[in-house]
């Protein structure tokens, strides 16, 4: 149980138990917080503190971990060997939650607390914010625990004044950058942002400037400068106990990595798109995987003087919205920025010798706020109560025992969208499955992106004034070698319906399908990555069922589109993709609200339990339900605070200059 708790907190709320029942899903077990049910501490039996490696990926899918979509090379190299073997060493957590974007992920990391209550609720540009200064951060009690702090990576809480970085916030040293993204060799957006700060409250006349740095690939940066802290706690008199918050870049855009890494991936079913992707996934796991050698090599990975490893990424993959970069949220909907289940459904890993049960799922509700509480009072057996209220549940029970009756949490609070697609929400979700979503929308576009490109609505009013055909996403993963591309949509099981016979401009294909001409008005399937005119009519042969009558293949930009509806005053000169030529009609998305503003009345419901893509809306048949969960949202919303807006006196951001009039992002106010 939390030590600091919300005014409220014990109210519990009681469901209709024959509505339950007409529902045919488990009871739903509406506590507001927490039951006065407590679980003591279960603090570690080494002799000594364990070390703690807090690893942090950046805009990484549900679907990315090869532990869950098996994707390989021909030749059986893995996407994710390391994160493979932490999670057959360790607990995979499946009902894991982060927020919608980076930096209120990262705020509920360092303090144990919803975007709600830090007015973290949006990723934070080059502007006069940060997590507050009043927070009490995790580094700052693992400092209080003894630990030595170390940040190494991303920051992304605010850098306008020197009292935001990293190392006034608990850490004793930095080497990372302050922005929420650059370029992974040259560590520059519009100006260079990469600093090694190595000792405490390191400001003016401490911090340093790495221009060396330039040209070496940021995964490989992070990986040694983690290596180099773990030497030197080593050879140290006291060899305090280590904790690392390892904050990857990757795998962030842009899409960049060494083209060894991309090489690797070029034998199998990868899109262009998807092979560089893959290439920076692979690069961030052999960084960890060689961490953890060393871990082991040093004698840290051993019950007398364990490491625990936390693995987590931050927010969805961004597949349509958000800086889309290739990566894949399958089977959940929407992507980063959205408080649809592809941008918040996350992954996390804990490995440790500690664990007396290993290679198993924890299925309980997780979410990126309770590892503080987890690690300090869980643990480590620390205090949390000098901190404000916390928004976290101590897990570490019920993660070693793989038991979620011992969690105390029995929701998830989403909090709302980022504004960057839209200010939508609040949305929550229970133990049970159900989940509400108030201003009738996540954020977004709200699509399924699927790894051969195709975008398919997501929003079925949207849909289907588009004259779209609906789809059906399924979970296996059928590919044409002929193909090269991964068709993971609509119900399509058999095999190719044949060979293609006809590849010229009045040719034919399989089953009598024709190449067309691409007109505004027109409605098209979106396939990327396709080689030739021939592989984009065997497409569209196999998609006749979805409506499919004709294509046409854009060498140009290897595209292929698969026309489903044409429109009735289609002119014989249209042409796709060209100059002159309109682009395939996109699906509207809905309107923007004002920021702030939450249609209460206006409410979506899914169970995410059995129907995780969200497909099927649920409000108008279980009105009871809706007003039990409202009832819910309201109680958490009573202590909100406003979005931070920031210091009203700091001056526009602008970089700074050193000695030689190179310009860099540094604290500005």
């Known amino acids: 149980m939390r030590e600091n708790l919300y005014p409220g907190e014990r109210v519990f709320l009681n469901l209709n138990k024959s509505l339950q029942n007409k529902m045919r899903q488990p009871t739903l077990r509406l506590l507001v917080a927490l039951t006065t049910a407590t679980t003591a501490a279960n603090t570690v039996a080494s002799p000594t503190k364990p070390h703690v490696l807090f690893v942090v ?22 996407l994710t060997p390391t994160l493979n073997a932490l999670a057959s060493d360790g607990i995979l957590l499946d009902n894991y939650y982060v927020q919608p974007s980076c930096s209120p992920s990262r705020a509920c990391f360092m303090s144990g607390r919803y975007p709600l209550h830090t007015g973290i609720n949006n990723w934070l540009p080059n502007v006069a914010v940060g997590l507050p200064l009043d927070e009490v951060t995790l580094a700052d009690l693992m400092k209080q625990e003894g630990y030595s702090t170390h940040a190494v990576g991303k920051w992304h809480l605010g850098f306008y004044n020197w009292e935001s970085t990293p190392t006034f916030r608990g850490f004793d040293s930095f080497y990372g950058f302050y922005e929420g993204s650059e370029d992974y060799f040259k560590h520059t957006t519009s100006e260079f942002d990469l600093h090694r700060e190595p000792s405490p409250r390191c400001g003016v006349g401490c911090s340093q400037l790495p221009w060396e740095d330039q040209g070496t690939y940021s995964a490989h940066l992070f990986t040694n400068e983690t290596e180099t802290i773990i030497k030197a706690n080593r050879a140290s008199a006291t060899k305090d106990p280590l904790f690392v918050y390892l904050a990857f870049q990757s795998v962030h855009a842009p899409a960049q990595a060494p083209q060894f890494y991309i090489d690797k991936f070029s034998q199998g079913n990868f899109s262009n798109q998807r092979r560089t992707f893959a290439g920076m996934v692979h690069a961030m796991d052999e960084g960890l995987g060689n961490i953890t050698a060393l871990l082991k090599a040093e004698g840290m990975w051993t019950k007398e003087e364990p490491t625990i490893i936390i693995f987590t990424d931050e927010n969805g993959a961004p597949t349509v919205e958000c800086a889309q970069i290739g990566g894949n949220n399958l089977p959940h909907r929407g992507g980063k920025c959205s408080i649809f289940e592809g941008g918040t459904k996350g992954i996390s890993i804990v490995a440790s010798p500690l664990l007396t049960k290993k290679n198993y799922t924890y299925h309980g509700l997780a979410h990126g706020v309770d590892w503080l509480p987890t690690l300090i009072a869980g643990a480590l057996g620390g205090s949390t109560a000098n901190t404000k209220p916390l928004d976290g549940h101590n897990l570490w029970n019920a993660l070693l025992e793989n038991d979620p009756t011992q969690s105390s949490r029995t929701d998830i609070y989403y909090g709302i969208s980022d504004a960057a697609v839209g200010i939508y929400g609040p949305a929550l979700r229970t133990i049970d499955g159900m989940k509400i979503i108030l201003g009738g929308w996540g954020g977004g576009s709200g699509n399924y992106k699927l790894l051969n490109g195709t975008i398919v609505p997501g929003n079925p009013a949207a849909a289907a004034a588009a004259g779209a055909v609906p789809l059906t996403i399924v979970s296996e993963t059928t590919y044409s070698a ?12 058999g095999a190719w319906a044949g060979a293609v016979t006809g590849t010229g401009a009045s040719g034919q294909c399989t089953l009598n399908v024709t190449v067309g001409k691409c007109c505004p008005g027109d409605v098209y399937m979106v396939v990327k990555d396709v080689k030739d005119t021939a592989t984009c009519c065997a497409l569209c042969s196999a998609h006749t069922a979805q409506g499919c009558t004709s294509f046409t293949m854009n060498k140009g930009q290897s595209t292929c589109y698969l026309k489903t509806r044409a429109a009735s005053s289609n002119s014989g000169d249209c042409d796709c993709g060209h100059s002159g030529a309109l682009p395939p009609p996109t699906p509207p998305s809905p309107p923007t609200p004002k920021p702030g503003h939450h249609n209460s009345s206006k409410v979506l419901l899914y169970n995410v339990e059995t129907d995780s893509a969200e497909k099927v809306e649920m409000s108008a048949a279980h009105q009871d339900v809706v007003a039990q969960l409202l009832a819910l949202v309201s109680v958490h919303q009573k202590t909100g605070v406003p979005q931070a807006t920031g210091n009203a006196s700091c001056t526009a951001a602008k970089p700074s200059t050193d000695n030689q009039g190179r310009k860099y992002w540094g604290p500005w106010c």
């Open 482 to 493: 002929e193909a090269s591309l991964l068709l993971e949509m609509h119900e399509y099981t």
């Open 57 to 78: 990926a950046d805009d990484f899918g549900f679907n990315d971990i090869a532990l869950r979509d098996g994707e390989t090379t021909d030749n059986g190299i893995a």
